[in-house]
């Protein structure tokens, strides 16, 4: 008995980063406390935000269940999801609020790294707090971790609530329709089932893509440091003799 608890233990958290298994056992319900985990539960970083939401957008379209094997209701998931993400959020922001940094003082783990912190208050630093809130909910990890490192820097509560709002809506809604509009066109030119074979690679390009406006945004700060730099470096030389 003794070695068959770790083992349905294993099993338990294969269950809980399978997003397919995630979708038949548990439905729209397992999407919003996966969400709201991931967002807002420091050890949630691990859970599959973004290929849940694309598997979940998939099993809520008319061919669901020869993908998926279950169908989801889109309009209560396309509530719930952004739901469940933004009061994850605000938790997090509540707990960096309340408890500061102790949040963060432990020495690093299999699960839980200082560096993971050191980025997300990158982030915070390089993007100023709007845009930060809102580009970090495209990054795996980043989006876990913002949310009490924005409370530990003292952004507002009413602040981070309106910014957590567009984020959470842009990220999920986007991600859910990413896999909800074409899911009839995957299953015609892939036929169901090869559909597992092909799943990962387009899950990872709607990763990708939702990684555009950190990109985007990461080259614009970087022309305009290239702008302010020029400048000075202008009259720099002119004043050397």
Do not use: C
């Amino acid at each position: 008995m003794s070695a068959g608890v770790p083992e349905a233990l294993a099993d338990g958290v294969a269950g809980l980063l399978n997003p397919t298994s995630l979708l038949q056992a548990f439905g729209v319900a397992g999407v919003a406390i996966t969400l709201f985990a991931e967002t807002g539960l420091l050890l949630g970083f691990f859970l599959p935000g973004d290929s849940l939401l694309f598997l979940a957008g998939i099993a809520a379209s008319p061919v669901a269940r020869d993908i998926v094997g279950v169908q989801l209701n889109l309009p209560l998931l396309l509530a719930a999801a952004p739901l469940s993400a933004i009061i994850g959020a605000q938790l997090g922001h509540l707990l960096g609020t309340r408890f500061g940094r102790r949040l963060f003082a432990r020495p690093d783990s299999r699960l839980f790294k200082a560096a993971y912190v050191a980025r997300a208050e990158a982030y915070f630093d390089q993007y100023g707090p709007a845009k930060a809130v809102v580009l970090a909910r495209f990054i795996p990890v980043v989006r876990t971790l913002l949310n009490p490192v924005a409370g530990v820097l003292g952004m507002p509560v009413g602040r981070f609530l309106r910014w957590n709002i567009v984020g959470g809506l842009v990220w999920t809604e986007a991600i859910l329709l990413a896999g909800y509009l074409p899911a009839a066109a995957l299953r015609d030119t892939v036929s169901a089932q090869n559909i597992d074979n092909y799943l990962l690679p387009v899950i990872a390009v709607i990763v990708l893509i939702s990684l555009a406006p950190l990109l985007i945004e990461a080259l614009r700060h970087r022309r305009a440091g290239r702008t302010v730099r020029g400048p000075e470096s202008a009259t720099i030389g002119e004043e050397r003799p």
